[in-house]
């Protein structure tokens, strides 16, 4: 009985652990993947520091890795945050071998002189599946946005494909001002 019980109690401090290099050696599957924030991950907060307020907003945010190499992954982004309008950026990425996550998303179209937003996370099982626990900041000096989430993977066919949460917009629609935001890759 002992031992069930500590096989029980391992497998649950373990489910939401980071991945390790012993437990995956290759993120190549990245590659054409589809990821969402779920709804208990919407909320992100927004400081105004000429009023030193703090205001929560929800954010949605959709990734599509659209090509991966050696660690390194590439594609775009769609972001609503609050009531403002869909913004596309151009996404690239790092995973090392034990699932840390370094992201750089850069206005698309770029503008000179716009710094690009810097987010850092790791691949973390969650229950029977991998999920990208992401945290950003970014914004200026007169307004600065902070979240972090539990991405999920989505795909033709799941629920949230077709209504994403906080947005009410199928995964397609929600991408489609910026289908041309993915970096083009030279050979």
Not at 34 to 56: D, I
Request: glycine share 10%; proline share 6%.
């Amino acid at each position: 009985m002992k031992a069930i019980f500590l096989a029980a109690a391992l497998a649950a401090a373990t489910a939401s652990l980071p991945a390790s290099a012993a437990t995956v050696r290759d993120w190549s599957w990245l590659n054409g993947t589809t990821w969402y924030v779920p709804t208990n991950g919407l909320p992100a907060y927004a400081y105004t520091p000429s009023q030193n307020q703090l205001t929560a907003l929800q954010d949605q945010t959709v990734y599509n890795i659209t090509g991966y190499r050696n660690g390194y992954f590439w594609g775009r982004t769609a972001t609503k945050l609050g009531d403002a309008a869909v913004t596309c950026k151009s996404l690239v990425g790092s995973v090392t071998p034990e699932g840390q996550i370094y992201l750089t998303f850069t206005d698309f179209p770029y503008t000179e002189g716009v710094m690009p937003t810097v987010g850092i996370g790791g691949m973390v099982r969650k229950g029977n599946q991998w999920t990208m626990a992401n945290q950003m900041s970014t914004g200026s000096s007169s307004l600065q946005i902070g979240h972090w989430a539990y991405m999920l993977q989505t795909r033709p066919g799941s629920a949230s494909w077709y209504s994403l949460p906080g947005v009410n917009m199928s995964v397609p629609d929600f991408m489609a001002p910026c289908v041309n935001a993915a970096p083009s890759t030279a050979g």
